[in-house]
């Protein structure tokens, strides 16, 4: 019996952690439309459409994930290469506009 509340706080949790992340990610569709004249309804709708695609991709990684197990590490390590590619093709030219350059360029290594 303990297995099974066990399972359902985890998928609680990392139901409440998806919802937290949306957030951000809904505003920033949905400011900019309400900015652009949209009605605050419509403005809305659109943002929660845009996180409407996760519960279908998390549905096909779910699966997918099943056939790929033995080379998932692999696909892990290339998102994670991707992912600090382009945080530093970004980050380290808005860093040199600083004019504390060697303090940014510090900082982005730490």
């Known amino acids: 019996m303990t297995w099974g509340m066990t399972s359902l706080a985890s998928a609680f949790m990392l139901a409440v952690g998806v ?12 400011l900019p439309l309400r900015r652009e004249g ?9 943002g929660m459409l845009s996180g409407v695609v996760e519960v279908f991709a998390g549905l096909i990684g779910c699966m997918l994930v099943l056939y790929v197990q033995n080379i998932l590490p692999l696909f892990l390590s290339f998102t994670a290469g991707a992912m600090i590619y382009v945080s530093i093709s970004e980050l380290i030219p808005e860093s040199q506009r600083n004019p504390n350059q060697n303090l940014m360029s510090f900082l982005l290594i730490i």
């Open 38 to 46: 949209y009605s605050c309804l419509k403005a809305f709708i659109y």
């Open 19 to 30: 919802g937290i992340q949306n957030f951000p990610e809904g505003s920033s569709v949905s």
